[in-house]
């Protein structure tokens, strides 16, 4: 009922969770903006909640959009509040191309430019997208 506690709320969960698992997680504008158009069925409790796990799985140190559950996400979209044609359409590209680096990603172990070939993309436009999502390709290196 109150959207204007939400950002509050968020931080002030961001800052319990950080200290209780030792870490040191932002959130990115866009899942803010996002969590504010969120109904919340289950209160402040499922933001709480939400909240904790983002920050427990995080390892990048910013939570991204890339990292809410869809079904969230898709609520966003078929509630009453819709964003501007735009920011819909964007986030949905920003979504799909997160996706797609990913799996390449895993399917090259981390190799970028192997990534890249395999993708049929420029290897520079490749690593600015990775730079963008904040996205390691160390973390899909298979480790012996």
Known sequence: ????????????????????????VTMDKKVIDLFIQYYWPGNIRQLKNLVQSLVLLNDSGVISIGEIPAALKEEKRSGKEIGPFRDEKNAIIEEFERKYITNLLKLTAGDVARAAETGKMDKNVLADKIGFYNINPA????VK
């Open 1 to 24: 009922q109150r959207k204007e506690d939400i950002p509050l709320l968020i931080h002030h969960f961001l800052k319990i969770f950080n200290e209780k698992f030792k870490k040191r």
């Open 139 to 142: 973390d899909y290196q298979v």
